[in-house]
T-cell receptor
Framework: EAQVTQNPRYLITVTGKKLTVTCSQNMNHEYMSWYRQDPGLGLRQIYYSMNVEVTDKGDVPEGYKVSRKEKRNFPLILESPSPNQTSLYFC??????????????FGDGTRLSIL | AQSVTQLGSHVSVSEGALVLLRCNYSSSVPPYLFWYVQYPNQGLQLLLKYTTGATLVKGINGFEAEFKKSETSFHLTKPSAHMSDAAEYFCAVRDSGGYQKVTFGIGTKLQVIP
């Protein structure tokens, strides 16, 4: 089954304790992206990757890091989490390439609470 | 930079009534347009998309949307609301050029009243 898998689904942690949210897709998609969803703000893009070893900032990259060492994986790293990063996070993937008109496939989300 | 405006963060309709969720975009070139639906505690699912060709697009669950270039709009409609349509709906645009950036609207929560 084609899917985007995020882990963990829920996490409560404390300020400053490094954490990683994993994202894996099994569709051989080149494009992967991370979003955060906050009430009244919709989905805002954090980082995206056009392919392996190619990443770029989205609209709200501060406080986050990503890496793309393999095509299927795109982890989101919070080196020193702060309470303003409490949010619902989504990973998404799609085919890439110029003129690509394909929709994104989304994971089920990760709810992070940072105390 | 492109932007997406969804008018009305909350919309209430009676069961059986018309659903109309509005989406306007700003883009220098016609982008690709999508509507996604999010049910509680789930990720986003594609409802429908417009890329090229016919401007009236049909999606799943009886939804459709019409691309109007002159109005830079892509409003979502359904003739008769069902209780199961209660969810949050997001309009999104994707660059048709090289960078593939996707921009989402803030979402519209649809409430269906019995």
């Amino acid at each position: 089954e084609a899917q985007v898998t995020q882990n963990p689904r829920y996490l409560i942690t404390v300020t400053g304790k490094k954490l990683t949210v994993t994202c894996s897709q099994n569709m051989n998609h080149e494009y992967m992206s991370w979003y955060r969803q906050d009430p009244g703000l919709g989905l805002r893009q954090i980082y995206y990757s056009m392919n392996v070893e190619v990443t770029d900032k989205g609209d709200v990259p501060e406080g986050y890091k990503v890496s793309r060492k393999e095509k299927r994986n795109f982890p989101l790293i919070l080196e020193s989490p702060s309470p303003n990063q409490t949010s619902l996070y989504f990973c998404a993937s799609s085919p890439s390439g110029r003129g690509n008109n394909q929709p994104q496939h989304f994971g089920d989300g990760t709810r992070l609470s940072i105390l | 930079a492109q932007s997406v405006t969804q008018l009305g963060s909350h919309v209430s309709v009676s069961e059986g009534a018309l659903v109309l969720l509005r989406c306007n975009y700003s883009s220098s070139v016609p982008p690709y347009l999508f509507w996604y639906v999010q049910y509680p505690n789930q990720g986003l699912q594609l409802l429908l998309k417009y890329t090229t060709g016919a401007t009236l697009v049909k999606g799943i669950n009886g939804f459709e949307a019409e691309f109007k270039k002159s109005e830079t709009s892509f409003h979502l409609t359904k003739p008769s609301a069902h209780m199961s349509d209660a969810a949050e709906y997001f309009c999104a645009v994707r660059d048709s050029g090289g960078y593939q950036k996707v921009t989402f609207g803030i979402g519209t929560k649809l409430q269906v009243i019995p």
